[in-house]
């Protein structure tokens, strides 16, 4: 947990992508939902792009879910996105960063998410045991998304 109490989680991904490609694919909403694990991604307002914009994403299992409204906060393309969870769930921030590795083509993609557990006292006391189950979900999302690239 952080000192402004917001528990983080992040995951970092190696794609055989440029900058601006590696960026392209990340912040596809819609083509989000192919490899986000039991996620449906689209744009709201603004399309999805700049400050202002809007994302939603629907995240459910065997029919159980919830939506996810954001809005973007910060915007630097190729290099970072920031939405605000704007939900009774999910609560905080999530960033997309993207970095360049030096090599051609080769990038790095940073997916952290600062958020503000469910349940207050009791979501953050929780949190070192939902955490790995959390970032293993980010994982396996990542991992998709280099097939998805390599394919």
């Known amino acids: 947990m952080t000192s402004s ?10 794609l055989e992508l440029d900058l601006q490609d590696a960026w392209d694919v990340v912040v596809d909403w819609s083509g989000q939902s192919r ?8 744009a709201t ?5 700049g400050v202002g914009g809007g994302v939603a994403a629907r995240t459910s299992v065997g029919g159980i879910g919830f939506t996810d409204d954001m809005v973007i906060t910060n915007w630097d393309p190729p290099n970072e996105c ?8 999910v609560r ?7 970095t360049s590795t030096g090599s051609k083509p080769g990038s790095v993609f940073t997916w952290s998410e600062d958020v503000i557990p469910p349940l207050g006292p009791l979501g953050r006391l929780a949190w070192p045991v939902v955490r790995p189950v959390f970032e293993l979900m980010m994982k396996t999302s990542l ?9």
Do not use: P
């Not at 490899?35 to 689209?42: D, S, Y």
């Open 143 to 151: 991992r998709r998304l280099v097939k998805e690239v390599a394919a």
């Open 5 to 14: 109490g917001t528990c983080h989680a992040e995951a970092s991904v190696e």
């Open 45 to 49: 307002e603004q399309d999805g792009v």
């Open 92 to 98: 905080g921030t999530g960033t997309f960063a993207v």
């Open 82 to 89: 920031t939405v605000k969870h704007l939900g009774k769930i």
């Open 35 to 42: 490899w986000m694990l039991f996620t449906r991604v689209w």
